[in-house]
């Protein structure tokens, strides 16, 4: 009833995606409603059905991670606002008192070489 108030045409309880949908919690009426905001852009005025909004579902349900952003400035001309930055992003502490930058920029080269082989 929900799908079909919106426009959604085929929209009734024998579609296998609609049963699969009613017993998943995660299927809330804002992701129902994120999905079909999403289709009606891409569709562009054509007939939105649920087959094609079974499509949409599993990817706001288990969106991608966003890659942190790399640098583009390199380490060694960083200021030390940007490298404050940069370690925040990373969830490393910034420079350590007494710390040589040398040591500081290893930590830094280190913790995102960490985050690299944890996203390969």
Known sequence: MYLRQRGVTGANSVNPN???????????????????????VSLD???????????????????????????????????????DALCGELGIRSSIAGESRDVFLARIREKQAEIRGRAA
Do not use: C
């Open 45 to 83: 005025g054509k007939p939105l059905g649920p087959n094609y909004l079974a499509t949409i579902i599993p990817d706001l349900l288990n969106p991608k991670p966003v890659k942190k952003r790399e640098p583009t400035v390199p380490l060694h001309a960083m200021t030390d606002r940007q490298l």
């Open 18 to 40: 609609i049963a699969a949908w009613s017993d998943d919690v995660r299927v809330t009426n804002e992701i129902l409603d994120a999905a079909i905001s999403k289709a009606r």
